[in-house]
T-cell receptor, first 114, second 109 residues
């Protein structure tokens, strides 16, 4: 059973399009995250939700909008895609924010904007 | 703001060698430190998690240590194998989760 699953795994789209990436966790965790991994492989947090409430919102363009319909899901919607949005996006979850139990990551979504 | 640095950025060793990867962080107020492995084009696999109250954790050929006061952690890999080739990331959990810059390891058969 996949603990944290993201879809799609790969996404190729044209500039200006709107796209969504979905994330689901079946671990019963309260907190979910979106991370962006750039071309230099550096991972940076974008958003964090705890029990459907936004708790971390790093400085990202407001074209990026997370949505958490319930604590097991955290989707990422991106409007007006730009070339610089090309990256790998990782979803993760933990029992609590900064938890004692560590973080579990999804396998990533490779977004390519052309 | 927490800064996490890993040294070296890349490492190439012959098979069978023991090796140490280093991770340093600037803010010692952390809940835990976690070591991950990332294979090319793949996601992150958790290797070891060390709570802030612990000094080390072991799993198979891997041993991770944590010295909070000096802001350092090491990942020791014994008897390296070609299958160990990957990027190794450390991450510290405080109010947020901060990743290091990663060490790209190549084990040469």
């Amino acid at each position: 059973d996949t603990a944290v699953s993201q879809t799609p795994k790969y996404l190729v789209t044209q500039m200006g399009n709107d796209k969504s990436i979905k994330c689901e966790q079946n671990l019963g965790h309260d907190t979910m995250y979106w991370y962006k991994q750039d071309s230099k492989k550096f991972l940076k947090i974008m958003f964090s939700y705890n029990n459907k409430e936004l708790i971390i919102n790093e400085t990202v363009p407001n074209r990026f909008s997370p949505k958490s319909p319930d604590k097991a899901h955290l989707n990422l919607h991106i409007n007006s895609l730009e070339l610089g949005d090309s990256a790998v996006y990782f979803c993760a979850s933990s029992q609590l924010p900064g938890a004692d139990y560590g973080y579990t990551f999804g396998s990533g979504t490779r977004l390519t904007v052309v | 703001k927490q800064e996490v640095t890993q040294i070296p950025a890349a490492l190439s060793v012959p098979e069978g060698e023991n090796l140490v990867l280093n991770c340093s962080f600037t803010d010692s107020a952390i809940y835990n430190l976690q070591w991950f492995r990332q294979d090319p084009g793949k996601g992150l696999t958790s290797l070891l998690l060390i709570q802030s109250s612990q000094r080390e954790q072991t799993s198979g050929r891997l041993n991770a240590s944590l010295d909070k006061s000096s802001g350092r952690s090491t990942l020791y890999i014994a008897a390296s194998q070609p299958g160990d080739s990957a990027t190794y990331l450390c991450a510290v959990a405080g109010n947020q989760f901060y990743f290091g810059t990663g060490t790209s390891l190549t084990v040469i058969p």
